[in-house]
């Protein structure tokens, strides 16, 4: 298990290259993974929910209570921010119906558990990251539905339903399961836990392989153009977080939590949704596929600097 451990904590030091390297073999080299399925996906983010559940305990959700003014600010930010931003910026491109629909599905998802990770290599407020993630998620069900419906009812047609149905399946049930796990067996899932970076990028690497290789062509078909708009989307996305916790006057730690929470989002989750939301249309699932390597990136760059303000912060 020690050696687990050490492999674990490697890999998600290393996860943004690790995925870059997984998105650009599937790229170039679509058929060395045409074997991921796409039909994986589904079970692929089940996992990686599942181990969010076990790393979750009754005291992180302490901070709703504690801290509710936070933890508001952030549910407000995460779901106005990122939709507004990817709807203007589709319509800025020009986007297709069914790139819109992808990068809209993008913003209204809410934050993955990489923006846990990354708001603990920047130093920031873990606690808050953590406390924000659950929150989002747990909203998630009903408001990544309703806010893709209202932007998207004019330009293509959304199964809001079906969306509430698989966020559940996908997201409620596994963290839920995890959550029991942990609370009634917190021994084992102790130990467990420090493995789950590396299970939780092995899944993430899938999800990005399934979704590159089958949609190869296509994504160089529109390739620099879904890059420029999820560039574009994640850092606005940063910033905004940014500007809004030192508008607010939040403490540094709590701005780069916010700042990373909301710039970073659920692209697996987005990925999966569009499969189900819009089955007509195939190159739905190509932003979150984007979205879900470059934000690995970015996450792991924004951290070095957040870090380097940090210290400045402290006057080292």
């Known amino acids: 298990m020690k050696r687990l451990a050490k492999i674990s904590d490697a890999v998600g030091t290393y996860m943004a290259l690790i995925v870059l390297a997984v998105a650009a073999l ?28 076990l790393a979750i305990r009754p005291a992180d959700f302490a901070i709703v209570f504690t801290r509710p003014r936070d933890i508001l600010c952030g549910c407000l930010a995460q779901f106005t921010i990122m939709p507004l931003l990817a709807f203007v910026l ?11 629909a992808g990068v809209v599905l993008v913003g209204t998802c809410p934050g993955g558990t990489a ?3 990354i708001t603990y290599f920047s130093k920031g407020d873990v606690a808050l990251s953590v406390g924000m993630t659950s929150v989002n998620t747990l909203l998630a069900p009903v408001l990544t539905p309703a806010i893709t419906y209202l932007l998207l009812r004019t330009t293509v047609s959304v199964d809001a339903l079906a969306m509430f149905v698989s966020i559940v399946k996908v997201i409620l049930v596994p963290i839920g399961l995890g959550f029991l796990i942990n609370h009634f067996f917190s021994t084992f899932t102790g130990k467990l836990v420090k493995v789950l970076p590396l299970v939780s990028t092995l899944a993430i690497c899938l999800i990005v392989a399934a979704v590159v290789s089958h949609n190869a062509e296509k994504i160089f078909a529109t390739g620099l153009l879904v ?34 929470e909301i710039g970073m989002q659920n692209s697996g989750l987005a990925t999966s949704l569009a499969q189900t939301a ?29 870090r380097r303000w940090d ?6």
């Open 26 to 53: 599937s790229l170039f080299c679509p058929a060395a993974t045409l074997w991921v399925k796409t039909s994986w996906i589904n079970t692929l983010l089940m996992i990686v929910m599942f181990g969010m559940g």
């Open 311 to 316: 210290s400045k912060q402290k006057g080292e």
């Open 90 to 100: 589709s319509r800025l491109f020009h986007l297709d119906p069914a790139l819109t």
């Open 278 to 306: 819009f089955p007509d249309l195939a190159m739905a699932t190509v932003p979150g596929a984007v979205f879900s390597v470059w934000h690995n990136i970015s996450g792991a760059l924004l951290a070095g600097i957040y």
């Open 115 to 117: 923006s846990n990770v």
């Open 227 to 260: 890059l420029a708009v999820v560039i574009l989307h994640n850092i606005l996305g940063y910033l905004c977080g940014f500007g809004l916790g030192r508008v607010l006057r939040l403490s540094p730690d709590k701005t780069k939590a916010l700042s990373i």
